[in-house]
């Protein structure tokens, strides 16, 4: 199984940056990649970033295009959102998740998940 452990949450001022990490223990998939959820109060989970193992490839939500990057250190198997330029709205609990097999953005389709970590951003 894959464990997953978020850091890098906090309090922001908007127009500020942050940085997750989301370290994977245990075995991962050897296809698929790594993805970045959040759920604000009241809304639905929303996907807003995944990486691929094979082929490095990104997409992003279109709310964070621009704004956020996210990158993988295979060396420390860990898997990185930088967030610029933040927002009110990017206030939710952020998730990272392992899928094997064919990269997605619906959250469902994720195989493993780790507890999350709190990023609020004030106006």
């Known amino acids: 199984q894959v464990q997953l452990v978020e850091s890098g949450g906090g309090l922001v001022q908007a127009g500020g940056s942050l940085r997750l990490s989301c370290a994977a223990s245990?075995?991962?998939?050897?296809?698929?990649?790594m993805g970045w959820f959040r759920q604000a109060p009241g809304k639905e989970r929303e996907f807003v970033a995944a990486i691929t193992w094979s082929g490095e490839i990104t997409f992003y939500a279109d709310s964070v295009k621009g704004r956020f990057t996210i990158s993988r250190d295979n060396a420390k198997n860990t898997v990185y959102l930088q967030m610029n330029s933040l927002k009110p709205e990017d206030t939710a609990v952020y998730h990272c998740?392992?899928?094997?097999?064919?990269?997605?953005?619906?959250?469902?389709?994720?195989?493993?998940w780790g507890q999350g970590t709190q990023v609020t951003v004030s106006s």
């Open positions: 245990g075995r991962t998939f050897s296809s698929g990649g």
């Open positions: 998740a392992v899928k094997g097999g064919i990269i997605s953005g619906v959250a469902s389709r994720y195989d493993y």
